[in-house]
């Protein structure tokens, strides 16, 4: 079993920064590649970045390709997503989740809002 708490969420005027954190307990963190979505309000959850268990290899959306960059500390058991030149666009619900095979996500965290002001 794995559990996570995203922080590190809040309001920013957009062209602005914030870094969230993805904070995980369990022993099986450090097997897994990790990923960001969001979800904006009455929109569907998307898909943001993830990154492969050693950290090797990253992936993003197009959408915050160039402005986001996730990395991960397996010894702290954390997984981070710095977000640079944020838009209002940006603005939604961040989730981290485990990638637990190529076609799942499992054990999402609660959640921390963005709010990206124009």
């Known amino acids: 079993q794995v559990q996570l708490v995203e922080s590190g969420g809040g309001l920013v005027q957009a062209g602005g920064s914030l870094r969230l954190s993805c904070a995980a307990s369990?022993?099986?963190?450090?097997?897994?590649?990790m990923g960001w979505f969001r979800q904006a309000p009455g929109k569907e959850r998307e898909f943001v970045a993830r990154?492969?268990?050693?950290?090797?290899?990253?992936v993003y959306a197009e959408s915050v390709k160039g402005r986001f960059t996730i990395s991960r500390d397996n010894a702290k058991k954390l997984v981070y997503l710095q977000m640079n030149t944020l838009k209002p666009e940006d603005t939604a619900v961040y989730y981290c989740?485990?990638?637990?095979?190529?076609?799942?996500?499992?054990?999402w965290g609660q959640g921390t809002q963005v709010t990206v002001s124009s």
């Open positions: 369990g022993r099986l963190f450090s097997n897994y590649a």
């Open positions: 990154i492969t268990w050693s950290g090797g290899l990253t």
């Open positions: 989740a485990v990638r637990i095979s190529s076609l799942e996500y499992k054990y």
